[in-house]
């Protein structure tokens, strides 16, 4: 079993739709939560970064973090062609390494 | 405000040379961690580093592959004997490892080898 798992996709939906993005994880030990934004051939871009559980809110994104049952979410309100991308859900303890899931990839659709 | 600097962006090498790709990490941060991304897969983690100091190598290939941070000047991850299985893109990320930015990670790039 891997410890974040991720579902792939290909995930596409029209434009102006919100967006439901997951993951869930096995190790209990993860304290931040990440999700990042990868255009093709370019670097992973943090979109969103949480500490613990709770939700956390930034423009037209959501990120929420539910501890108890290992699984974090992104939602994307009123998407736009520009959002098609990948997403790639990370967390960590500490200063150790950020584990990925193997990212979504999203279509928006006009 | 510089983010995180890689290059060389692109490199192509022959199988049995060496590649050599370099990090610069952010003003003000000295944790620097090397990934692999090949084509439609995830990023697998490489090396954790600090200044002078490995911490994490626990997913470095065990030949042909290191990883140092020097005092002065940028992260360098080293491939040598280099075969067509190491093409893949290699990114760098760096953060601050204090306070309460601990956990972000910013990425650069990446440098995209190519193996013939």
């Known amino acids: 079993q891997k410890e974040v798992e991720q579902d792939p996709g290909p995930l596409s939906v029209p434009e102006g739709a919100i967006v439901s993005l997951n993951c869930t994880y096995s190790n209990s030990a993860f304290q931040y939560f990440m999700w990042y934004r990868q255009y093709s051939r370019k670097g992973p871009e943090l979109l969103m970064y949480?500490?613990?559980?709770g939700n956390k809110e930034d423009g037209r994104f959501t990120a929420q973090v539910d501890k108890s049952s290992k699984y974090i979410s992104l939602f994307i309100r009123d998407s736009q062609p520009s959002d098609s991308a990948t997403y790639l859900c990370a967390m960590r303890r500490g200063n150790e390494k950020l584990t990925f899931g193997t990212g979504t990839r999203l279509t928006i659709i006009p | 405000n510089a983010g995180v600097m890689q290059n060389p962006r692109h490199l192509v090498r022959r199988r049995g040379q060496e590649a050599r790709l370099r990090c610069s990490p952010m003003?003000?941060?000295?944790?620097v961690y090397w990934y692999r991304q090949l084509p439609e897969e995830g990023l697998k983690f490489m090396v954790y580093?600090?200044?002078?100091?490995?911490?994490?190598e626990s997913g470095m290939p065990k030949e042909r592959f290191s990883a140092e941070f020097p005092k002065e000047g940028p992260s360098i991850l080293r491939i040598q004997q280099v075969v067509r299985g190491d093409s893949a893109a290699y990114f760098c990320?760096?953060?601050?490892?204090?306070?309460?930015?601990?956990?972000?990670?910013?990425f650069g790039e990446g440098s995209r080898l190519t193996v013939l």
């Open positions: 949480t500490y613990s559980s």
């Open positions: 990320a760096s953060s601050s490892g204090a306070g309460s930015t601990t956990g972000e990670l910013f």
């Open positions: 003003k003000g941060h000295s944790h």
């Open positions: 580093l600090q200044k002078e100091n490995i911490i994490d």
